[in-house]
């Protein structure tokens, strides 16, 4: 989360924070409360809508509702801390807890860069072999990709997390008693390994996408080929970016302000703006989103009447 430790009693971490002292605590703990609200209730409705409505029952809303299960889990497990450390005077974490925190943060950030890239083929697929579609990406295809990006992600996870709290930390986790160079080498080659592997599926997808669409006659083709691939391409720059900042720009680019900062995008604004993302850009959500409010309406509208009516 983009917090450094102090190891105390030899058995917790001291939270410094993203803030070492904010000057209205309130103010900022309301701000990223109301960000972690509308981020769970913004990925909790794209799951639900995309279980209720038939419409949505398609390989790509399969595989957006999954990254709103990742989404909705990966802020879960770092924003309700932070809450708690900003109102909070005991600001520690335990051995186990941090522990757990960075696997699970290392295993759905990894499974979202495979994702991802997997949406990017779901998308190519859709729009170069549109025929072919329901053979490429049948259900058994889709339950493949999703195992795939949280095995991938989780193999991040056990590989890193236990070299990482192996270590014997003196003053805070960036100092480390011992020297830690091989270690960053092999985690600054990992991650630009689970960089590069996605990239390189999203980058000949999209390829292969814009190639067809330059061929296309029709104007509505084109049109429904860009409004299809667009709200992924706006999440796959978002979150490419700030992952790309973070795990491939040398540490000479870097300083513990701008850490700061792409770190509480990363972790708090991201998971929000997925689903936000997809909702606004998307007419079959939006759609969908009407439907299901229509229905809720029209229910309580009957509610009032036969209640009336026994009065």
């Known amino acids: 989360m983009g917090m450094e430790g102090l190891l105390q009693n030899s058995t917790n971490f001291v939270l410094i924070g993203l803030i070492t002292h904010p000057a209205f605590p309130g103010l900022l703990f309301a701000i990223v409360f109301s960000i972690f609200v509308v981020a769970i209730t913004a990925n909790v409705v794209m799951i639900l809508l995309i279980h209720v409505d038939s419409r949505l029952h398609t390989p790509m809303y399969f595989l957006l509702s999954q990254l709103s299960i990742m989404d909705t889990i990966y802020i879960c497990i770092t924003v309700p801390k932070m809450l708690q450390d900003l109102l909070s005077k005991d600001k520690t974490i335990s051995f186990l807890g941090c522990a757990l925190q960075i696997f699970f943060y290392l295993t759905l950030i990894g499974g979202e860069f495979f994702l991802l890239g997997l949406m990017a083929y779901d998308r190519y697929v859709a729009v170069c072999n ?182």
């Open 130 to 311: 549109p025929l072919r579609y329901p053979l490429l990406m049948n259900r058994r295809v889709c339950l493949f990709v999703v195992l795939g990006s949280w095995v991938g992600g989780s193999l991040d996870g056990f590989m890193l997390t236990p070299v990482t709290m192996s270590f014997p930390f003196c003053t805070v986790l960036k100092l480390s008693c011992i020297d830690t160079s091989l270690y960053e080498t092999l985690m600054y080659a990992c991650c630009v390994l689970m960089l590069l592997l996605p990239l390189s599926v999203i980058s000949v997808s999209y390829t292969r996408i814009l190639l067809t669409v330059h061929r296309m006659k029709s104007a509505e083709g084109r049109r429904k080929a860009f409004a299809t691939c667009s709200s992924h391409v706006m999440v796959v720059s978002i979150f490419y970016g700030a992952a790309f900042y973070t795990n491939v720009l040398p540490h000479s680019y870097h300083t513990p302000e701008k850490d700061k900062v792409v770190s509480a995008f990363y972790t708090i604004l991201t998971p929000m703006l997925n689903p936000l993302i997809y909702s606004l850009r998307n007419k079959e959500v939006a759609a969908a989103l009407r439907k299901v409010l229509g229905r809720c309406g029209s229910s309580q509208s009957i509610r009032v009447g036969t209640v009336m009516r026994k009065d």
